[in-house]
């Protein structure tokens, strides 16, 4: 029987490990990518390309690379824990070269319509139309991966803002920002306070004449280095951390980390506080916006409330002079080639898992990283490609379609509940729930209470150590020889990320003795109990 064939939309970091998981399951993938190169997001160009994600030149991720790696395929020990995009751009190489990925992708190819089959019903079969140097061709296939991303259609609300038609300065996205050069000089204000936001604000400050940094609800603004120096997540992303979290009610949550956050610098005096808690939106992650404002270099203001010619009027009354303005506001997501399959309003789009369409007659058609997480996408679009690939050969069922749509509108309830409302709050998901869910699905999820009973010392770092996506790889599909030292090797490179010359040293042992630790993996088995019965 010939492989079954899988269309791969998109070779960015979802389209890549979506492509190896295919092989890996013995399907026969093409992957068809608009552009020139892989990298999606990731790949700096000097300027923008429709239909593509774009970052500026000094982009750095907000995750470590311990846990922002595929899972059987760890970041040279070397590579700084927070990656440049030039360094992320490399590591992807090396796994496009590793995995042999590159001769099944179709580059300046588009997708121009991805529509069912007339015997869909039966075979699950859909039809392609693609665009290569101005020549159609439709071709045939069993299943199709959609790995195009969410930062593609940039959202200007220029109607928000009254006046703008009459400002007789520039205005931009920050998509189409690429360094400060160009604003040597001016008065820039920066309309947005997220990860885009505070980055530019932070960087045109060391150039422009002055910069505003104007938001309607405030921030609290996280840091990459945690207390110790170690990556922040390396610190708190622990399955043990993860079962407190689930003991303490999210308000508690919320209190501790603000303080915390405050004891860093206080969010109200430097005018960030929101109304809202720290755990109720997406992250926002700089280590120098407070410098930059207690040195005068980025101003604080509140929501732009009309322009003029050549100012800006904020709802404080207050009033400047401003020469750019710079809209970090954000992006939409649509998928016109798959139009009468799923419709995305308001950001929203219902899938199950946030993976699949729940009225599909066969699942053969599945979203890959179409989620905003707390922590790194590249793991969990790795683990929803492992997944959705097994339901493509058949060795995974999904539920009932009453029953997926039950959990959707549960997922949905459950962000409106918790998250401040706003079109980026509609495809949110945190790292270890989300994850652990995903591996259940797929039979991977680590098994602590075997751990502790056969392997104490690794036990002890699956459960107290950083959730890397190593611990997916231990057990079930896709088991890899490599993940147990991988997990027990972690701090080392994230040591050696810091001391290169750390790399050539031997990973030290276990400082506890053997004996106290099985005497204490003993005493760990109870409250593994009680964490498995909490996370079923």
Wanted: net charge positive.
């Amino acid at each position: 029987m010939p492989a079954r064939r899988v269309a791969v939309i998109g070779a960015g970091a979802s389209g890549l490990c979506a492509l190896k998981c295919c092989l890996d399951e013995g399907l026969e993938p093409t992957c068809f990518e608009r552009s020139k190169d892989i990298g999606g997001l990731w790949r700096f160009e000097e300027h923008p390309e429709d239909g593509r994600a774009s970052i500026y030149r000094s982009v750095i991720i907000n995750t470590s690379k311990e846990i922002m790696c595929f899972s059987d395929f760890p970041i040279p020990e070397d590579f700084p824990n927070y990656m440049h995009n030039s360094k992320i751009m490399e590591y992807f190489r090396m796994y496009a070269q590793h995995f042999d990925l590159l001769r099944h992708i179709r580059f300046r190819t588009s997708v121009c319509r991805v529509s069912k089959r007339p015997d869909f019903a039966s075979s699950g079969q859909w039809e392609v139309l693609t665009e290569s140097e101005g020549k159609q061709e439709a071709a045939v296939f069993d299943a199709v991966l959609v790995c195009s991303g969410h930062h593609t259609n940039a959202h200007l609300p220029l109607s928000s803002f009254p006046g703008l038609e009459k400002f007789e300065g520039c205005y931009l996205h920050s998509r189409d920002y690429k360094n400060s050069q160009p604003f040597f000089g001016k008065r820039v204000v920066v309309v947005g306070i997220g990860n885009s936001g505070i980055d530019i604000a932070v960087e045109l400050s060391h150039t422009a004449k002055q910069v505003f940094l104007s938001t309607r609800r405030g921030s609290w603004v996280l840091h990459r280095v945690a207390d110790n120096g170690y990556p922040f997540d390396f610190n708190y992303s622990s399955r043990f951390l993860h079962l407190l979290q689930n003991l303490v009610p999210r308000s508690v949550q919320n209190s501790l980390m603000e303080w915390k956050l405050n004891a860093r610098f206080d969010h109200t005096l430097y005018g960030l506080k929101p109304k809202h808690g720290v755990l109720d939106t997406h992250p926002t992650v700089n280590d120098d916006l407070p410098n930059r404002i207690i040195s005068g270099r980025v101003r604080m203001k509140p929501n732009i409330r009309e322009f003029t010619e050549t100012s800006a009027i904020f709802e404080d009354g207050t009033r400047e002079d401003v020469d750019v303005v710079v809209f970090a506001t954000g992006y939409s997501f649509s998928f016109p080639f798959l139009e009468g399959c799923v419709k995305v309003v308001e950001n929203q789009i219902p899938l199950y898992k946030f993976m699949f369409p729940p009225d599909l007659e066969k699942p053969t058609l599945a979203f890959i990283g179409l989620i905003q997480p707390w922590g790194a996408i590249m793991p969990m679009s790795e683990l929803q490609s492992r997944w959705a690939t097994r339901v493509f050969k058949g060795l995974n069922k999904l539920p009932l379609q009453h029953d997926m749509e039950a959990d959707i509108e549960q997922k949905k309830e459950a962000m409106a509940k918790r998250y401040v409302k706003s079109q980026r709050h509609t495809i949110q998901v945190d790292l270890i729930p989300y994850m652990d869910e995903i591996a259940c699905q797929l039979g991977v999820k680590p098994n602590l209470l075997s751990l502790f009973l056969t392997d104490p010392r690794l036990a002890m770092e699956v459960a107290f150590g950083p959730c890397t996506p190593y611990q997916y790889r231990l057990r079930g599909p896709g088991a890899w020889a490599g993940a147990r030292e991988a997990i027990l090797t972690q701090k080392q490179r994230m040591v050696s990320g810091l001391q290169p010359r750390a790399a050539r040293r031997p990973a030290r042992p276990s400082a506890l003795p053997h004996v106290l630790t099985v005497l204490f993996s003993i005493g760990m088995i109870m409250a593994t109990l009680v964490y498995v019965s909490l996370s079923a």
